[in-house]
């Protein structure tokens, strides 16, 4: 076997191995149209609603799926859960509001559709590890340069 042979063989297989391992992956390989569809719906939907709702049953329902199916889908898509895709974007919004904003947590808590500001610091302080008054001091020590007051 010559070596540009062998090299595109050795390449072959490197691939083969890559594909194996992505299949075993709990996300595993895209699926079918369906569910890439299914998702890219459902994703869109989060981004309209996520201030409105949390539930997968209630993008579910406004699909027109099951949740079980919003979960297979965003599963093979995103490699989360329905909700867990849910709950990534509304942490993603309270921390940019939380970082780039003087917005205080109950003004946040209204807009992303927290019955309370209560709710809201139970609700990140489950998911980030500390509470939204934490996170907002934390983000702005590391953007302040050093020697700023």
């Given at each position: ?5 062998c ?9 083969s191995v ?9 996300g ?18 989060v981004?309209?609603d996520?201030?409105?709702?949390r ?15 919003l979960?297979?889908?965003t ?6 859960s329905?909700?867990?895709f849910?709950?990534e974007?509304?942490?993603?919004e309270?921390?940019r ?16 559709g927290f019955s309370?500001?209560?709710?809201f ?5 489950s998911?980030a590890?500390q ?14 340069p050093?020697?700023?007051?």
């Open positions: 076997m010559a070596s540009g042979e090299h595109i063989a050795v390449l072959r297989h490197l691939l890559l594909v194996l391992r992505l299949a075993d992956r709990p595993g390989l895209p699926s079918t149209t369906e569910d890439s569809d299914t998702f890219r719906r459902f994703r869109e939907a981004e309209h996520f201030t409105k709702t539930e997968v049953a209630d993008y579910a329902r406004n699909l027109g799926y099951s949740p079980r199916m979960t297979r889908a599963a093979s898509a995103a490699g989360t329905a909700k867990g849910i709950d974007r509304v942490m993603l309270a921390k509001r939380l970082a780039h904003s003087d917005e205080p947590a109950v003004r946040i808590a209204a807009h992303l309370s500001a209560t709710n610091s139970k609700y990140f302080q998911r590890g509470s939204p008054i934490q996170f907002r001091n934390a983000s702005r020590q590391v953007s302040r050093q020697g700023e007051p």
